[in-house]
């Protein structure tokens, strides 16, 4: 498998094979990037980042992030249950959106603090 590292900027060309002792990696510059290679051939996972609707006019959503990587093939079902939402605001940052999100072990939390806009100050 041909991939390149995303761990850091440098963008390592990694090749990643199975063979009979093991799991062999080339083109990293460094260890991260063979535990990335690794990571990727066993189980990837991929942060997810996403926005939630809310009822607030003036404010129609607030962008959440899974707390964790969160397996590939659940990453699907994931955003159908965030895109699914439609939440009352106000909401805190860093507070739980929504606990083990479809049984990944994640929760969503939301990235920013969000007030509803009746409670805004007039200009
Ligand atoms: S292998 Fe190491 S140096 Fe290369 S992109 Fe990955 S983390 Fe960066």
Known sequence: MELICIVCPNGCHLTVNQTPAGIAVT???CNRGEQYGRDELIDPRRTVTAVVRTTDFKHPCVPVKSDR???????NEVLRKIYSLHIDLPVKRGDICIDNCCNSGAAICYSRSLFPSSTERQA
């Open 27 to 29: 083109g990293n510059k």
């Open 69 to 75: 990587p969160i397996a590939k093939p659940l990453i």
